[in-house]
């Protein structure tokens, strides 16, 4: 005879099961809705092969061809910038794009499949008078579903901000991560002579002038909202701190004895690092956004410059001759530690600390020659990103940590170059008179 604990208990235990298996079901939807199609944390990534048709001129009675093939040729040089992307040849395409529908029940996905196309972009745009309107489709063709569909509205200037909108709500859905593409470079040509601080797209895109002083600025850093800039000027005859608003042309000098360069903004805050020698050796301090002294970081009878914070503001590495040679330190601002970071070679410079927080990017020298490498915080490396192509430095990381910029000599006068983070497809940025060296790439910015 079966006794009435056992039912109870055996309900139970159904119960359980179902509800152990509702769970799961949630939670494979989920899953399965929240796909991450690439992994931006992997060593070594898998260029995702993706087509992008010509767009779709879906304007009545007008012809727009050239901006049509503008608009797809923006869109892929985009992606591709990321390394994520092998943008396909439009000569393997099966259909014609001014023929084929941009819905998904429209689209024949074999024809896709067929050549190789993991991802589908399909665009198409329509003036309303001076009006532009604009639909944008990523397409997962192996599984014959909608990622992402978007419709923005601008005028005929608006595309490339239209074109970086949408590839940024591509990269968020197929990384978790957001995109780079509201960015910026600031870095230092020579192109008028005399070394003045530009600042251009992520890609290089317009670069614009942003100093004017007919003398020396160096070492460009932007502030964590991405409204100020600070770097060091000598228009007084001597290198001083000046920390700028960007859009508001204002902004503060910190004129002192000696030298004031180097510096870093502290993550999330209106404060900043700097290495400045008005007390004897160059030393760490941190001042406020407005130029104030509030406390000195480091005390050494040597030298300590170029600080770089971690990315949650509690530790910064440095560069210190305490130990006999340019090296790295890391010093931990709870508890005051300090610890020697690199040991390889006798001159490592220009630390860059990574977004996630793992790594950092840094100058180093071996056999006469300046590289990039990357050792990770707790010691392990270091890894040689460039190797074999003249002198390289001023490493400066992308928001997202996927890619590093940096300048090189490789082509003779030093130019910025942009690499992925594991050091593979190494192309230059920009092509100015000059000389352009001490890049410094943007956090995302705001078109507030």
């Not at 208990?9 to 989920?30: D, E, G, P, Q």
């Not at 005028?155 to 909108?165: A, E, G, K, T």
């Not at 007390?279 to 406020?288: K, M, Q, V």
């Not at 990357?374 to 928001?399: C, F, M, R, V, Y």
Request: proline share 5%; glycine share 10%.
């Amino acid at each position: 005879m079966i006794s009435i604990s056992y039912i109870k208990s055996k309900r139970i235990y159904l119960t359980l099961i179902l509800v152990v298996f509702i769970t799961l079901v949630a939670c494979l939807n989920r899953t399965c809705q929240a796909r991450v199609y690439i992994n931006i944390n992997a060593p070594y990534l898998r260029k995702i092969p993706t087509a992008i048709p010509i767009f779709k001129d879906m304007t009545a009675g007008q012809n727009h061809t050239q901006l049509a093939k503008e608009f797809s040729d923006l869109l892929a040089e985009t992606l591709k910038f990321t390394g994520f992307f092998k943008i396909l040849d439009h000569e393997s395409f099966l259909e014609d794009p001014q023929k084929a529908g941009l819905m998904q029940h429209a689209i024949s996905f074999k024809n896709w499949t067929d050549i190789g196309a993991e991802l589908l972009i399909k665009g198409g745009f329509e003036f309303k008078g001076e009006i532009l309107e604009v639909e944008l489709r990523l397409f997962d063709t192996f599984g014959g579903r909608l990622v992402v569909g978007r419709r923005y509205t601008g005028r005929l200037n608006d595309q490339r901000r239209i074109i970086h909108r949408f590839c940024d709500e591509v990269i968020l859905r197929l990384t978790g991560h957001p995109g780079i593409f509201s960015t910026q470079i600031a870095f230092v040509s020579t192109t008028t002579g005399n070394k003045e601080i530009y600042i251009a797209g992520f890609d290089g895109h317009n670069p614009i002038r942003f100093t004017n002083t007919g003398t020396i600025t160096l070492f460009p850093a932007w502030s964590s909202d991405g409204r100020s800039l600070a770097y060091t000027d000598y228009r007084h005859g001597k290198p001083e701190l000046f920390i700028r608003n960007i859009k508001e042309k204002r902004g503060t000098v910190v004129s002192l004895e000696g030298s004031s360069i180097t510096p870093a903004w502290v993550p999330g805050k209106f404060a900043l690092a700097a290495s400045l020698s008005h007390e004897g050796n160059p030393a760490i301090y941190l001042l406020s956004g407005n130029g104030k002294i509030m406390r000195k970081l480091t005390r050494y009878w040597g030298i300590d410059v170029a600080p770089t914070w971690s990315p949650d503001g509690k530790r910064f590495a440095f560069v210190s001759n305490r130990s006999g040679s340019p090296q790295i330190f890391i010093k931990n601002i709870e508890n005051g530690n300090v610890r020697r970071l690199t040991y390889e070679g006798n001159y490592n410079t220009s630390p860059q600390w990574s977004p996630q927080g793992n790594y950092i990017a840094y100058v180093g020298m071996k056999n006469s020659h300046l590289d990039i490498y990357l050792i990770g915080i707790d010691g392990k490396g270091p890894i040689q990103l460039t190797q074999d192509a003249g002198n390289n430095e001023s490493p400066t990381w992308s928001p997202d940590g996927t890619l590093i910029a940096f300048s090189s000599t490789r082509e003779g006068p030093s130019r910025v170059y942009v690499m992925n983070a594991n050091g593979s497809d190494q192309r230059r940025l920009l092509l100015l008179e000059g000389k352009q060296t001490n890049p410094s790439w943007s956090p995302r910015l705001t078109s507030g």
